[in-house]
Structures are given as C-alpha cells and as structure tokens.
C-alpha cells in the first residue's frame, strides 16, 4: 500500500472515529433522558476497551507510519500529542488483560491536554501566521503534509483520537455495570 492510499484509508478511519466519539458524548450526555442514548451507552461500554485499545494503538503505529516509513518529519507539536496517545495505547492493553475499567479518568487527562495541543496544532496549520514560540524552524508545526478530503490532517487525526478515548472513557466511568467491575 503507497502512502497515499495509507493517507486517504487514515483520513476515513479519523473521520469514523470522530463520528462514533461525538455520538458517544452525545449519549453520554442525554442517556438519563433518552431511551436511544442509554442503549448506545450501555452498548459502547460492552466494547470501550477494545475501542480505546485498537483506536490508541492504530493512532500510535499510524504515527510512527507517517515519520518512520513515510518520512513525514514530527514537529514539537505532534511530539507532544504522541506523548499523550502512546502511553493510553500501552495502557488500554494492560487494562484489556486485566479487565480494567478503572483508567478511564487517567485516560481523560491525557486525551484533553493531547486534545488542547491538536487543536492548537491544527489552527496553526489552516492559519500558519499565528507564530508559535513552540515550534522549531527546522520542522515547523505549520507543515501540512497532507491534507485528505479537504480538511484531515495528522493534527485533525489525532484531535479525533483523542475525542474518541474522552467519549470511551467517559462512557466507563459513567456505566454502573463498569463502576462495579
């Protein structure tokens, strides 16, 4: 598989992963008023740890694709938003063997901070002349290497990550059958 394909197939899967995060909060968010909402709560937390453990991990290798194989150089930005995925990849499959559903709040932590960063790091891209103290002039954070259905990028790609482990874990702290686990 090029890496075009490699992009375009990311791109999908980032834009899947963001819909199911943003339901996910939905219903987390109305599951006490509305009957669909509890039945998709109750249905993600069968599954949030599978969720998050192959969302993280595919967010980790994806990344590593992009700068390894690719050669697409990681800017500060994107260091800082792998230091928030790569830990809850590792963790989510320690929790998975375990059956662990208590790291949901551990995991929320670091997906808000990744989050703010990915944010950040993604108006920088569509605005590049907000000037950013963080980045370097050797890989500048304003680098786009690509940008696939007209708007996903890596920063947008790990922004939808991070919303999809926010939802997930959201999902595990909130469920009385994952609370008594």
């Not at 194989?69 to 990849?89: D, K, S």
């Amino acid at each position: 598989m090029n890496t075009e394909a490699v992009q375009i197939f990311s791109a999908v899967l980032a834009v899947a992963v963001l819909a199911t995060g943003v339901v996910t909060l939905a219903g987390v968010a109305l599951a006490s008023r509305m009957a669909w909402a509890d039945s998709w709560v109750r249905a993600m937390d069968d599954i949030a740890l599978w969720a998050i453990s192959a969302v993280a991990t595919g967010t980790m290798l994806g990344s590593l694709y992009f700068s390894e194989v690719a050669g697409f150089a990681p800017c500060e930005l994107c260091w800082y938003q792998r230091i928030g995925i790569y830990p809850i990849a590792i963790m989510s499959w320690v929790a998975l063997v375990r059956g662990d559903k208590k790291l949901g709040p551990y995991w929320i932590a670091l997906s808000l901070a990744g989050l703010a960063v990915s944010i950040y790091h993604y108006l920088l891209e569509w605005f590049p002349e907000m000037k950013s103290s963080v980045c370097s002039v050797d890989v500048p954070c304003t680098t786009v290497w690509f940008r696939e259905l007209g708007f996903v990028t890596l920063a947008f790609m790990a922004g939808c990550a991070f919303i999809f482990v926010i939802a997930m874990s959201l999902v595990m702290v909130k469920t009385p059958a994952s609370a008594e686990e």
